[in-house]
């Protein structure tokens, strides 16, 4: 049976890919203690970017949230890598960290970032509020227009 957080995946009808491998040397994910460090994750969904783009650009704010929850979605897969596949060791969401791929006069990154913040708080509830940082970037990697990284607690 699944646990309470891969039945919350269900039943938002999100289904996880799996975890590619590195593509430059680091890894996935790092874990010390009771926490899970991991890597930048951009909005990539079966092996294709979603958002190309700049913010203030050619995209708009909904589809810069649309693109940080792809990269939510990514986190919780390698999440649930660290923790042996079940995601219910997750105590919490600690940190997230949201890059966006914007124009100089676009200043709405936070609202971006909610689309990674929204998620985890829809999967975890409570367990799922995190410290943030939005920050605009000129560039990110194959053009995606947002990276997010986080921490996660586990027991």
Partial sequence: ??????????????TLDPVPTPVANYVPYAITGN??????????SGGKVTHKGKLGGELK???????????????????????GGDLDRVVRCVSVRGFVSSVATFFDQPTVINGAS??????FGDAGRHSRTAIGV??????CAVEVDAVFEIR
């Avoid at 049976?1 to 999100?14: D, V």
């Avoid at 929204?118 to 999967?123: A, G, I, M, P, W």
């Avoid at 000129?138 to 053009?143: F, K």
Wanted: one cysteine or more; glycine letters at 6%; charged letters at 20%.
């Fill in 61 to 83: 704010i909904e589809d810069g949230k649309a693109a940080a929850r792809v990269c939510a979605t990514n986190i919780i897969a390698v999440v649930k890598l660290a923790t």
């Fill in 138 to 143: 000129a560039a990110l990697p194959a053009d």
């Fill in 35 to 44: 926490l899970v460090f991991v890597a930048g994750q951009v909005c990539r």
């Fill in 118 to 123: 929204d998620l985890f708080v829809e999967v």
């Fill in 1 to 14: 049976m699944a646990g309470q957080y891969e039945q919350k995946l269900a039943q938002l009808g999100i």
